[in-house]
C-alpha cells in the first residue's frame, strides 16, 4: 500500500501477546506519521478496514514507523504515572485532556494493578472522553 503511494520503505512484522506490528522504516517517517500521528492513524484505520474487508475474522494490526508510536505510547504511560503520584500525594483527583480510546486503554493499563490509583472514564459514547485520575476507595470491613 505504502509503495503504491510512492514511499520507499522497509516493513518488518513483530508478532505481540496482543496482535501484529509492522515497524516500517523509511527516509520519510515525517510525512507518514503527520502531524501528531494522525496520518499514521489513519494509514493504520486504512490498513485495518482492507484486512476486515477480505476476512471479517482479521486481527488488528498495528502500524508504528521506527518505534515513534511505541515511544509516544511509553511517554503517555510515564507521564500519566507522573500525574498519579500527585493525585497519590494530594487525594485530589485530575481530570486528564481529551483522548482517543487507543490512548485512553495506555492510561487504564498504566493503572490497572496500581493499588492507590484508579482511573475513570465517562459512560457516555463520545469520541473523544476525558479520563480522571482519583485515589482509590477503600472498601469498608464489616
Wanted: net charge neutral; charged share 35%; proline share 4%.
Amino acid at each position: 500500500m505504502l509503495g503504491l503511494l510512492g514511499f520507499v520503505c522497509e516493513i518488518k512484522e513483530i508478532e505481540h501477546d496482543h496482535g501484529l506490528t509492522l515497524m516500517v522504516y523509511t527516509g520519510e517517517k515525517d510525512r507518514l506519521i503527520g502531524r501528531n500521528g494522525e496520518l499514521l492513524e489513519d494509514i493504520q484505520l486504512l490498513l485495518n478496514r482492507l484486512l476486515q474487508a477480505k476476512d471479517k475474522h482479521a486481527g488488528k494490526v498495528q502500524v508504528d514507523i521506527e518505534h515513534w508510536r511505541e515511544m509516544r505510547d511509553d511517554s503517555l504511560a510515564q507521564r500519566v504515572r507522573q500525574i498519579g503520584e500527585i493525585v497519590r500525594q494530594t487525594g485530589r483527583p485530575y481530570h486528564l485532556e481529551p483522548m482517543n480510546a487507543y490512548e485512553r486503554r495506555i492510561v487504564h493499563h498504566a493503572f490497572k494493578d496500581d493499588p492507590e490509583i484508579a482511573t475513570w472514564s465517562p459512560p457516555d459514547d463520545a469520541r473523544i472522553k476525558r479520563i480522571t485520575l482519583k485515589r482509590r476507595v477503600e472498601a469498608s470491613a464489616g
